[in-house]
């Protein structure tokens, strides 16, 4: 079994290209299940993963699904491979999700958290840095602590991002992040030129996504913003923002990574929850109902 698990893990990492994360993901969901079934994988049926999947009721619907996911990958592989003639996941329905709705920060929240940071040290900078490129160009915060200095086309208005797979992408990056960018870099001091990324710590070492989270928490707070928010949310606000002010979806979803407009159209979603509750305050049948009257109309 252990080298089943290394090839797959090679086929994940170097034929799929996925991300070092999601190919631990998908290995230790396949590993758990092969704890749970110690038979012949050729002999797997859709009632076998059926079974196993309801050992995981303690998780999450998103968790199970994710499972199934992994899981069905992994057979694929092995049909691909000529281990098996069918895939026994595909018998099988995943769980049904709700649509998953992302936290969000209006505009002044946003700015707020970025005025909050005191620029008084080029620690400082680098924080206030960090925040608007996070938010100014969307990005994943994988994305933004592993910017290199050769990746920024300032000139032109452009940053060069690795994304997930190893996908690159040229993103837009805006006046306001450019110039904080320029000044957090200015400041940088010189002993740390040695280092290649964009974002370092004290020491002069890459600035991790520990300490990014940490920094995007700790602003939040000294901003008075009480939401549960992490680095991630930067990227969901921008997008949201984006579409709110009519920007088109294939566009966003090009600026973002995105493989699947459907992952992108999440943010159409959000939206509703601006539009939604002012809808329903002005509609004529509430106007209506509101005065007391009976509501009469023509040729019915």
């Known amino acids: 079994m252990k080298s089943i698990l290394r090839d797959y893990n090679y086929y994940l990492r170097i034929e799929r290209a996925m991300s070092q994360n999601t190919v631990a993901s998908y290995c230790s969901d396949v590993e758990s299940f092969l704890e749970y079934y110690t038979s012949d994988l050729t002999l797997v049926t859709p009632g076998d993963i059926e079974d196993y999947l309801s050992t995981l009721d303690g998780l999450s619907k998103r968790s199970q699904a994710r499972n199934l996911s992994a899981l069905r990958s992994f057979f694929k592989w092995l049909v691909l491979e000529g281990y098996l003639k069918d895939n026994p996941c595909d018998k099988v329905d995943a769980p049904k999700l709700g649509r998953y709705l992302p936290a969000t920060l209006s505009v002044e929240e946003v700015i707020s958290i970025i005025d909050a940071v005191d620029t008084s040290t080029w620690l400082g900078k680098r924080d206030r840095a960090l925040l608007e490129v996070l938010y100014g160009c969307g990005l994943r915060v994988s994305e933004a602590v592993g910017?290199?200095?050769?990746?920024?086309?300032?000139?032109?208005?452009?940053v060069r991002v690795i994304g997930k797979g190893d996908k690159e992408r040229l993103v837009p990056i805006g006046e306001v992040a450019s110039e904080a960018l320029l000044e957090y870099l200015t400041e940088r001091p010189?002993?740390?030129?040695?280092?290649?990324?964009?974002?370092?710590?004290?020491?002069?070492?890459?600035?991790?996504?520990?300490?990014?989270?940490?920094t995007v928490k700790s602003m939040a707070r000294l901003a008075g913003v009480r939401k549960e928010i992490s680095p991630h949310t930067f990227r969901h606000s921008f997008a949201t923002h984006l579409i709110e002010n009519?920007?088109?979806?294939?566009?966003?979803?090009?600026?973002?990574?995105?493989?699947?407009?459907?992952?992108?159209?999440?943010?159409?979603?959000?939206?509703?929850?601006?539009?939604?509750?002012?809808?329903?305050?002005?509609?004529?049948?509430?106007?209506?109902?509101?005065?007391?009257?009976?509501?009469?109309?023509?040729?019915?």
């Not at 010189?190 to 940490?214: Q, T, W």
């Not at 002005?282 to 509501?295: A, F, K």
Request: proline share 3%.
């Open 246 to 300: 009519g920007a088109d979806i294939r566009i966003v979803q090009e600026m973002l990574g995105h493989e699947s407009v459907s992952t992108t159209e999440i943010y159409t979603h959000i939206d509703t929850t601006t539009w939604h509750p002012a809808i329903l305050d002005h509609h004529p049948r509430r106007q209506l109902s509101n005065c007391g009257g009976s509501e009469t109309f023509d040729n019915q």
């Open 190 to 214: 010189s002993e740390m030129s040695s280092c290649e990324y964009v974002f370092v710590n004290r020491y002069g070492a890459p600035l991790s996504r520990i300490s990014a989270f940490k």
């Open 147 to 158: 910017l290199k200095i050769n990746s920024l086309y300032m000139d032109e208005g452009f």
